[in-house]
């Protein structure tokens, strides 16, 4: 039984190497490289893309991917999406989908059963949920702190809207460190989940955005998680070149 193939292209932009599977087997493509000045944005959409990558990897679905700036080639990706926002996926029945999460509930839906990321069960799925929102609250604090102090001019920064983006951000890791009590290798159940992919590539992502920040004392737990699970293929393979 074939693998399920209803997945063509997912868009993005940035400096990334991206890779298209071919027979279990992961092939270099290229890679391309983007603007400083576009440094936030570039970054948001990584870590989206990351999110994406890792768990096409993991769902062993079939894909291709183009890299197309949406600064730099903004009237190439509108052919394809409009909108112009990345990430974007483009089915083999030509249907656009955008926004990660949404894409990633689509991609679920084609694997096999065994291979899911989203737990069926009810009360699974709303416990896999909560951690994955946790961790796109601390993404989102990131970004949010990122471009309060790389966009804005120096004397229009707004330190108390920093401040309280830290003080969210540091509580989404914490509500995360919580989660991690040693009984299982895993966020949700016995098994791998979409808890733990968004987790993991946030984690990372916070950790290059605001190097030195995350202090590994205040997160152990988070940070041997993420250590241990970002040594699989399926994620070492997306990391940005």
């Not at 409009?82 to 894409?103: F, N």
Request: negative net charge; charged residues 25%.
């Amino acid at each position: 039984m074939a693998v399920p193939t209803d997945v063509n292209e997912l868009l993005y932009e940035g400096t990334y190497t991206y890779h298209r599977l071919q027979n279990g087997k992961h092939e270099e493509l290229a890679s391309l490289s983007y603007n400083n000045d576009n440094w936030f944005h570039e970054q948001q959409t990584l870590t989206e893309i990351d999110e994406n990558m890792v768990s096409l990897n993991l769902l062993e679905l079939d894909w291709t991917h183009e890299s197309i700036s949406v600064f730099n080639e903004y009237d190439r990706f509108a052919e394809t999406n409009p909108v112009v926002k990345a990430p974007t996926l483009v089915t083999d029945s030509e249907i656009v989908l955008m926004d990660s999460s949404l894409i990633l509930s689509y991609l679920d839906l084609l694997a096999f059963p065994a291979k899911r990321l989203l737990p069926e069960d009810a009360l699974a799925f709303a416990q896999c949920q909560r951690i994955v929102g946790l961790a796109l609250a601390a993404c989102e604090k990131t970004v949010q702190i990122v471009y309060e102090r790389t966009l804005r001019p120096v004397e229009k920064i707004h330190q108390p809207w920093i401040e309280r983006c830290q003080g969210q951000m540091l509580s989404a890791f914490q509500l995360l460190e919580d989660e991690i009590t040693g009984e299982s290798e895993w966020l949700i159940g016995d098994r791998l989940t979409q808890a733990d992919v968004t987790s993991v590539v946030t984690w990372s992502f916070t950790n290059r955005a605001l190097e030195g920040f995350l202090e590994r004392d205040r997160f152990p737990a988070l940070a041997q998680f993420a250590e241990r699970i970002e040594k699989r293929s399926e994620f070492s393979s997306t990391v940005p070149a």
